[in-house]
């Protein structure tokens, strides 16, 4: 009687210990389905509650419809997508170099792969193949972070890390000025510097076909390799004596983040510090374990980029201000308070 007590007792715990784990994932979810409805009723014409939901199942006037399916709805879904996949990408390098201050901006992936958008536009090649725009910042994206791998090694510290994707974005950030000075026409070099600046506004379902099979991709790639990461983080001996290909591992990883860092950039321009803020308030959260922050710094990362969005718009300007102008105000302070915890934390652990 007392042993079938006992195993009682333990299945309930292991129950109660599997909802309390889940319940910040619940939360999040919660969070970014609130933004995405308040997303889609916030703009130049106001919109209730009960009227989106009302025109996002076809009903309503004509006008609402168009407001909310053709206009809205397209940026609500890229705003999810792509702070998801930063997010995401994020937490996978961050588990991947074992480092919390890992982010693919710092590694130069999304400047890489605005270089390749950039080169298609110019070029006219994204008004001939819808698909350029995409495939062109992927394989830019791909190849930065594969070069950075290469040229700082497997047992590369933070700096030497951070010097070596400096260098790739600034050779990128050099790369894109050359194609704005060198664009056919001034509207050119006008289209490119404003979509550089990152935005949602003015997409459409397009953008979203054009975007979303790649990010989805990209995520799942990194999502597969969840369990990787927790052995990975005991160190790459024990990882690889646990049955982990490290090198097969962290081609997955550059391979994942290029789709979906290069998805996101096609139809957004640059949006920085997604990747970065995005685990850093999801841990507190789920713990250190890299497996449980995956899917969390996806959510919050899609949390932030559609706040964002929501706030741009809501800000007074005689001109609209750019999501990715938003994001960075917010991404570099964060980074630079980052950089002073971990100098305190060294500190305190030399003294």
Do not use: C
């Amino acid at each position: 009687m007392k042993a079938t007590e006992a195993v009682r007792t333990a299945g309930v715990t292991a129950l109660v210990a599997r909802a309390v784990g889940r319940a910040p994932v619940l939360l999040l979810g919660g969070l970014v389905v609130l933004l995405f409805l308040l997303s889609l009723g916030i703009g130049p014409v106001r919109l209730s509650p009960d009227v989106v939901a009302t025109a996002l199942f076809g009903g309503g006037s004509e006008e609402q419809r168009i407001i909310v399916q053709e206009i809205r709805l397209p940026r609500a879904v890229l705003a999810v997508a792509v702070g998801g996949v930063l997010g995401l990408s994020g937490a996978a390098l961050q588990g991947l170099l074992r480092n919390p201050l890992a982010a693919p901006e710092l590694f130069g992936a999304p400047q890489a792969a605005a270089l390749g958008a950039v080169l298609v536009i110019a070029t006219g090649l994204a008004d001939v193949l819808s698909f350029a725009l995409p495939l062109a910042a992927i394989v830019a994206a791909f190849v930065s972070v594969f070069v950075l791998l290469v040229i700082a090694g497997r047992n590369a510290g933070l700096l030497l890390l951070i010097l070596a994707g400096l260098a790739l974005s600034s050779l990128a950030g050099a790369g894109t000025a050359l194609t704005m000075n060198l664009a056919p026409n001034p509207f050119a070099a006008l289209e490119i510097s404003f979509w550089l600046l990152g935005s949602l506004e003015d997409r459409s379902i397009r953008h979203v076909a054009m975007a979303l099979p790649f990010i989805l991709a990209g995520g799942a790639i990194l999502l597969s390799q969840r369990h990787a990461f927790r052995a990975l983080s005991l160190g790459e001996e024990t990882a690889e004596s646990l049955g982990v290909d490290v090198s097969r591992l962290r081609l997955a990883v550059i391979l994942g983040v290029a789709l979906g860092v290069g998805g996101s950039v096609a139809v957004s321009g640059t949006i920085g510090f997604i990747g970065l803020v995005g685990p850093h308030l999801a841990r507190p959260l789920v713990g250190w374990d890299p497996a449980r922050l995956l899917v969390p710094s996806a959510l919050v990362g899609a949390a932030l980029l559609t706040a964002a969005d929501i706030a741009v718009r809501l800000l007074p300007s005689t001109n609209s201000v750019r999501v990715g102008v938003l994001t960075a105000l917010i991404g570099v302070p964060f980074f630079l308070y980052l950089i002073v915890r971990e100098r305190r934390a060294l500190s305190g652990g030399v003294g």
